[in-house]
């Protein structure tokens, strides 16, 4: 009975932290331009022009994670695969969204904050 408290906690933290750095994201980059990585100064690491190439997007790739990841829990909850292997897919599922929140969450930090901070010694 504990396993399956903690599984189901653990794939409902990533289903929520999914769905929050997707809000998150999305109030963060319409608050900041793309010109906000030319702010620090002229010279901008190809990094963070990369990433920041890729962060518009990332809300929509959040959300449909998020999504997949409920019908994919609803098909775990009516599966008749033995108890161990839905807990373990449970969880490799709450290690995906989890994983890709913090990914573009560091993105986030890194492409539009800190690195062209570094490059021009601000």
Do not use: D
């Amino acid at each position: 009975m504990p396993k399956i408290i903690v599984s189901v906690w653990i794939y409902l933290c990533g289903l929520i932290g999914a769905a929050v750095t997707g809000g998150l994201l999305s109030q963060v980059l319409s608050a900041f331009p793309p010109s906000q990585v030319e702010a620090y100064g002229p010279v901008v690491p190809g990094v963070a022009r990369t990433w920041s190439a890729l962060l518009p997007g990332a809300p929509t790739v959040l959300w449909l994670s998020a999504t997949a990841s409920v019908a994919a829990g609803i098909y775990l909850l009516r599966s008749r695969r033995p108890l161990e292997t839905r807990l373990f897919s449970a969880a490799v599922i709450a290690a995906l969204n989890l994983f890709l929140s913090m990914f573009f969450t560091g993105a986030l930090l890194l492409a539009h904050f800190y690195l062209p901070k570094v490059a021009n010694g601000a």
